[in-house]
């Protein structure tokens, strides 16, 4: 096993110890602290890590709000998806272009993406587009499809990329 060094010297990587290192750097005065708990969190794949990092999509700095959307797709559990579709809606472009792709990496918010897909500026459709193809759910073509009569190429391009993804996934 992997040792890592932290202010309170070397734990093991994987351990109860370390897991709670990273809890205790997400709430860490320095933001490369809670950029770096928000990130180990992700790596380490524990699903406990998964509340903690939802109360980091509010942090006060935009990379770590960021990261812990990607954080959050990274880890996979579904109890993710409705912070997640709260910030893909939200105030925050930063943060709701990163929930767009957290919920595509989820297979989740079909709905939201879609209406983002037909609603958002166009880096937030870019992304929805690229989210829908990640879903591979036949219930994104019809989205896609209108999509590719979108009046910005880089839109109408991820729309043909995404639909192609789906067709060639085991759905069909």
Do not use: Y
């Not at 700095?61 to 709260?86: F, N, S, T």
């Not at 759910?137 to 979108?150: C, E």
């Amino acid at each position: 096993m992997r040792e890592v060094r932290t202010e309170a010297g070397e734990v093991q990587v994987g351990t109860e110890e370390c897991f709670q290192h990273l809890l205790e750097g997400l709430v860490d005065p320095d933001p490369k602290m809670r950029r770096l708990a928000v990130c180990g969190l992700a790596a380490a794949g524990d699903p406990r890590g998964v509340p903690p990092l939802v109360e980091r999509l509010a942090d006060e700095d935009e990379e770590i709000r960021v990261r812990a959307a990607m954080a959050l797709a990274k880890l996979g559990d579904r109890r993710a998806v409705p912070p997640l579709v709260a910030a893909a809606t939200g105030d925050d472009p930063p943060l709701r272009r990163a929930a767009i792709l957290a919920l595509g990496e989820l297979d989740a918010g079909l709905d939201v993406l879609a209406r983002v897909l037909r609603e958002g500026d166009p880096s937030e459709r870019v992304r929805a587009a690229i989210a829908l193809g990640e879903t591979r759910d036949v219930n994104a073509i019809d989205p896609l499809t209108r999509a590719l009569q979108d009046n910005d190429p880089t839109v109408r391009a991820r729309a043909r990329e995404a639909l192609e993804k789906i067709r060639e996934s085991r759905v069909f």
